[in-house]
């Protein structure tokens, strides 16, 4: 069976610093290979085409996935014709995915059009998956009731100690962790620094970091194999 997947990319290209942003080319590279033998993938993102990479992990990350990803014809066919998300219909996926990278939690944790999105993704019982900072995008996500379908979940995302490292919160509005476990009520789940951690909680997958972006990939087909 093939099966369907929708990466949700952010569309912002500068963070609030003015520092170049984007999207994350190891938490959408290595997700997208693991999962290209076993899916049609379709990209989005809330401005539609072309949306930005972060132009410092094309550097940080120089893997032979990253760097083919960032040359791959039908990648950047796909990049090119990016839906945008008013445009997709969730009951066309078996599952979205949310690639990382600062610019996530600029865009895709306040746009009114994802927030529309995932939660019909999620009402509709299908998987739901991010990695680092791409976990931003589920935060306004809502249940049949309403609720935040986050809250009382556990979870994994970016951890305060790595953005620090980073040396970029001043790019971002708030920590992700501080937001999932203050705001949002979930459960969070850190390991440490830069070690893969991939959460797996009913159908929502979450990974902390770009080394945990092939895991999340894998645990998706594990999901979606069930499907069958």
């Not at 997700?31 to 085409?49: E, M, N």
């Not at 009114?112 to 900072?133: C, D, Q, T, Y």
Request: glycine share 8%; aromatic share 8%; net charge negative.
């Amino acid at each position: 069976m093939k099966y369907s997947v929708l990466f949700v990319f952010t569309s912002v290209d500068k963070a609030l610093s003015g520092h170049q942003t984007g999207w994350c080319l190891a938490e959408a590279a290595h997700p997208y290979y693991v999962l290209a033998p076993h899916a049609s993938i379709d990209f989005a993102s809330p401005a539609g085409p072309n949306p930005p990479v972060d132009e410092e992990s094309t550097h940080q990350f120089m893997d032979d996935l990253c760097q083919g990803f960032l040359k791959d014809e039908t990648v950047k066919q796909k990049l090119a014709s990016a839906m945008k998300l008013s445009e997709v219909d969730p009951a066309d996926y078996d599952a979205v995915f949310y690639p990382g990278g600062d610019g996530a939690v600029i865009d895709l944790a306040s746009d009114p059009a994802n927030a529309k999105l995932v939660s019909e993704f999620w009402r509709m019982g299908k998987i739901v998956s991010a990695v680092g900072h791409g976990v931003a995008g589920l935060m306004q996500g809502t249940d049949a009731k309403g609720n935040l379908f986050l809250s009382g979940r556990t979870v994994t995302a970016l951890s305060d100690v790595e953005e620090e490292i980073s040396k970029k919160t001043k790019d971002l509005p708030w920590l992700i962790e501080d937001k999932l476990r203050e705001d949002i009520g979930a459960k969070y789940h850190k390991v440490h620094v830069h070690d893969p951690n991939i959460v797996v909680d009913g159908k929502l997958v979450t990974g902390q970091n770009p080394a945990s972006a092939e895991g999340v990939g894998q645990a998706v087909v594990t999901l979606l194999k069930q499907l069958d």
